[in-house]
């Protein structure tokens, strides 16, 4: 099984992706996950990537690509890739990746979610900087600890209200046409991203029983 989950910023593809590691025997590629990694290392790349990412851009189509290439390698576990791809470009570098490599994605599924809840699921989001929970707070759950870890929780610099709306602006421009490049392949799902995340893992567990 290799899952390309899909959506829009604060969709819901990493709170679906750690429930999907607690059911299935995968492995977790964020992309997301791992440029805020290299920016946290302090290296000459993270500094570059920092000034894209936090500005809500895209990082070059060329470099994620080569560093996916090298994560998708280093495992023989089907794989759940989240952020990947994002525009065309590297649709297409996937489709022939795997073509390379003797695999398959077999799933692509998109997390459908109303674009003016966005805003507010970013901006009252949360990760543990120990386990990379996430965390939704707000006045239900104030918390400033990780419930999981006890890990300190963070913001990520890019989930401030206009950034939200920046990398809205890329989703609907770069990524959109990603669901296009794959709603004809029969391997493209929607489920609505707009229901507890228990229901829309109910959910996208029953298209991976089919
Ligand atoms: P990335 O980290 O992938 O960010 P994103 O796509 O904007 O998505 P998010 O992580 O914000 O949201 P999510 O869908 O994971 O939602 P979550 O589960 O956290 O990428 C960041 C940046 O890196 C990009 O902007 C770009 O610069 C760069 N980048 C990454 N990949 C790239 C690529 N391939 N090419 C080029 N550049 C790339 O949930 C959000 C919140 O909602 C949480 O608080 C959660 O608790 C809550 N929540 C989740 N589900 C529900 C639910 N069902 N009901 C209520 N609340 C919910
Ligand atoms: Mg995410």
Same mark, same amino acid.
């Given at each position: 099984m290799n899952i390309i989950l899909m959506g829009c910023p604060g969709a819901g593809k990493g709170t679906q992706s750690?429930?999907?590691?607690?059911?299935?025997?995968l492995h977790h590629i964020s992309t997301g996950d791992v440029?805020?990694?290299?920016?946290?290392?302090?290296?000459?790349?993270?500094?570059?990537?920092?000034?894209?990412v936090n500005q809500?851009?895209?990082?070059?189509?060329e470099l994620m690509i080569t560093m996916l290439e090298n994560i998708v390698k280093s495992t023989d576990k089907g794989i759940i890739f989240d952020g990947f791809p994002r525009t065309v470009a590297q649709a297409e570098a996937l489709d022939a990746m795997?073509?390379?490599l003797q695999r398959e994605i077999t799933h692509v599924i998109m997390i459908d979610l109303p674009q003016e809840e966005v805003v507010n699921r970013i901006c009252s989001r949360k990760q543990c900087k120990q386990c990379k929970a996430i965390v939704r707070v707000d006045e239900k759950n104030p918390a400033e600890k990780c419930a999981a870890c006890g890990g300190e929780l963070y913001t990520r610099p890019d989930d401030t209200p206009e950034k939200a709306a920046r990398r809205l602006e890329v989703y609907r421009n770069s990524t959109l046409p990603v669901k296009t490049y794959y709603q004809n392949s029969g391997k493209y799902v929607e489920v609505n991203g707009?229901?507890?995340? $228990? %229901?829309v893992f109910?959910?996208?567990?029953?298209?991976? $029983? %089919?």
């Open positions: 750690a429930k999907l590691l607690q059911t299935f025997p440029l805020r990694a290299e920016m946290a290392s302090g290296s000459a790349l993270g500094k570059q990537i920092a000034e894209i809500g851009n895209l990082v070059p189509d795997m073509k390379r707009n229901q507890t995340p $228990e %229901k109910e959910d996208i567990q029953k298209i991976l $029983e %089919k």
